[in-house]
């Protein structure tokens, strides 16, 4: 700044233009100093001092109050932040479970449970219902349910077919004639079982027509007599003709026990004209 003059009053006017080389020559520090660097008071004027731009001085105008430097700044507001980070809460950490083995570790819940077992059993006991309902004998002489099962149309006719129908007569096919099973003697005689008998219905027995009965053909070996056994009774055969003419071979003949067939009651001989039967 240039003196003035001594005995010289300094006028406004260079007034205004020392103000004005004090503002450029601070400029001038601040710009030397870089950036960040706070810029020094002008001679004279205190901290904080208000400066005065030419136009304020020309109008008369307060002057402007300086900046507060950047570093005075930064410490006016970090009290309020350290305020705000002691009022406020602090983060929850997150929560790890405990692992196996360590403590505090429980088991999980267990899942409900279907009842596997109990379905088991179940499905078992049903299948062996079903099993019994289909072969447990619904006739007389235990014809099952599976065995009424297969259509009659699907049998192949052939001889020695065993067929029953509605009735309880059993029927052997021969020769395209059925021929009555006269009991169960010659049932089992005949090496037949419960599994060879196949239900058909009484139109289609009515196909075919009826021969002669088949019995079990017998003898003891103390009498010559032959007897035929039909339901429980023998039935003696007259002679030698008879026989064959029934259409019997000695292959069909049968040793017994003489005291079993006297046991028997008589029946009608073979054939009926035939006079009263010899006991063997």
Not at 26 to 35: D, K
Not at 163 to 177: F, V, W
Not at 249 to 261: A, G, H, P, S, T
Request: hydrophobic fraction near 40%.
């Amino acid at each position: 700044m240039s003196e003035p003059t001594p005995g010289r009053k300094a006028s406004t006017t260079e007034q205004i233009l020392d103000l004005l080389l004090d503002a450029l020559a601070e400029r001038q520090r601040a710009r030397g100093s870089g950036p960040h660097a706070p810029a020094p008071a002008a001679a004279g004027e205190g901290k904080g001092t208000p400066t005065m731009t030419p136009a304020q001085a020309g109008e008369g105008r307060a002057p402007a109050p300086l900046p507060a430097p950047a570093r005075e700044r930064e410490v006016t507001r970090r009290p309020a932040t350290l305020a705000e980070a002691a009022t406020r809460e602090p983060a929850p950490l997150p929560v790890i479970p405990p692992r196996p083995g360590e403590k505090g570790w429980q088991p999980p819940a267990r899942l409900p449970s279907i009842q596997m077992h109990k379905f088991l059993a179940r499905l078992v006991i049903a299948i062996a219902l079903l099993v019994v309902a289909i072969n447990i004998p619904i006739q007389r002489h235990g014809v099952s349910l599976a065995r009424i099962l297969p259509d009659s149309a699907s049998l192949i006719i052939r001889d020695g077919l065993v067929l029953k129908g509605s009735g309880e007569n059993i029927y052997m096919l021969q020769d395209e004639q059925l021929r009555w099973i006269s009991s169960m003697d010659v049932f089992e005689h005949l090496g037949l079982t419960w599994g060879d008998v196949r239900v058909v219905g009484d139109t289609f027995l009515e196909q075919f027509e009826m021969g002669r009965p088949i019995y079990r053909i017998v003898k003891c070996k103390a009498s010559p007599h032959i007897y035929a056994l039909e339901e429980g009774k023998k039935r003696w055969i007259r002679d030698i003709e008879t026989f064959t003419a029934e259409g019997y071979v000695w292959e069909d003949v049968q040793l017994v026990d003489c005291r079993y067939l006297r046991n028997l009651p008589d029946g009608v001989p073979i054939p009926e004209d035939a006079g009263p039967p010899p006991q063997p």
